[in-house]
């Protein structure tokens, strides 16, 4: 005996999905277009792993840290960029402080001012870090070649296992992904850190992942039915997976959203991304790497032997043909 607590979809829901793609597509070179644009206009707001600068690790032995306090405190010693994050339990303070010029012993003055303005009672320091701009750029790069080196692998593995169609469609649906992911860095000046780099590749992981599944279907819905029109036959491909896309998507958002709202300040700006790229990922498994497919003439939108009404109605309600057909 089973219990449905939640019935989010019908048992067959048969939603045209392709029938979105004319204005879908579009809006999503739009999108596209403007975060690149808001990329090159805003930049993003690099953090000190990509800066460079001084971290600095203090505990209150006093009870709960006052972080505002700090703030105020620190921003009166005109560093520039200075960042004051609770994380852990209440008592432990995160001080980032931007790259000052003057080379290293510069950095290793703004750790004895620091210490000058908070004090030593009731405060325990338990690290001090300089990143230098030479660590910084080796960071980015590695970053970025982190990325482009996913992708590519990506390309490959696709290729390999369905047809160059599929793996068109999976690297324009992943770099969709990444470019709306950089436009939220930069419209809402999140702290762009290695833990972001971590957040892009785990998208790229779960976009990637979505969309397999959906080309999965999709290639075993080829060979069923022979004579399908592709619009018909995506519709049917991602109807049929859509329960285990949206389970999938909500229970991730749900440990993300928990997340966000209780994991501190240190990990904000990863799980921000993470939310962003579920509900992105979600869609272009759908509405980007789909219509991709027909663009691409995976088959043709008249098949050379036609196809009657008969046959796409068949093939909405999910029953296989019989026959050669059928076995091939």
Not at 94 to 105: A, C, T
Not at 149 to 168: K, N, P, S
Not at 205 to 228: A, C, I, P, Q, W
Request: hydrophobic share 50%.
């Amino acid at each position: 005996m089973s219990f449905a607590l939640i019935k989010l979809l019908p048992a067959e829901p048969k939603i045209r999905f392709m029938a979105f793609r004319n204005w879908a597509f579009p809006f999503s070179i739009v999108m596209m277009v403007v975060s690149l644009g808001l990329f090159g206009a805003l930049g993003l707001n690099l953090g000190i792993d990509f800066r460079g600068g001084t971290v600095i690790e203090i505990r209150t032995t006093d009870g709960p840290a006052d972080i505002a306090g700090i703030r105020t405190q620190l921003n009166q010693l005109q560093f520039g960029d200075v960042e004051v994050q609770s994380f852990g339990n209440e008592t432990d303070v995160l001080i980032r402080v931007q790259q000052q010029p003057g080379g290293d012993r510069a950095q290793q003055a703004v750790v004895e001012r620091v210490r000058a303005e908070l004090g030593e009672t009731a405060i325990e320091y338990r690290r001090f870090e300089v990143v230098g701009p030479r660590v910084s750029g080796e960071l980015a790069i590695a970053g970025i070649t982190a990325v482009v080196a996913a992708l590519g692998a990506i390309l490959i593995y696709i290729w390999v296992r369905f047809e160059w169609q599929f793996a068109v469609g999976a690297i324009i649906a992943t770099v969709h992904d990444v470019i709306l992911t950089l436009g939220l860095f930069a419209v809402t000046g999140l702290d762009f850190n290695l833990s972001s780099i971590a957040a892009i590749l785990t998208i790229v992981g779960y976009s990637l992942n979505d969309t397999v599944v959906v080309y999965d279907r999709v290639r075993e819905n080829l060979r069923r039915y022979k004579r399908m029109l592709i619009d018909d036959l995506l519709n049917l491909s991602v109807n049929s997976m859509l329960s285990r896309t949206i389970m999938t998507s909500v229970t991730t958002l749900i440990a993300l959203g928990s997340l966000f709202l209780f994991g501190g300040e240190i990990i904000r700006s990863f799980t921000a991304a993470m939310i962003w790229g579920v509900l992105v990922g979600t869609y272009s498994s759908i509405f980007v790497a789909g219509p991709v497919l027909v663009y691409l003439k995976l088959r043709p939108a008249k098949p050379a032997g036609g196809a009657s009404a008969d046959d796409a109605d068949s093939g909405d309600s999910g029953e296989a043909e019989t026959g050669d057909e059928a076995k091939a």
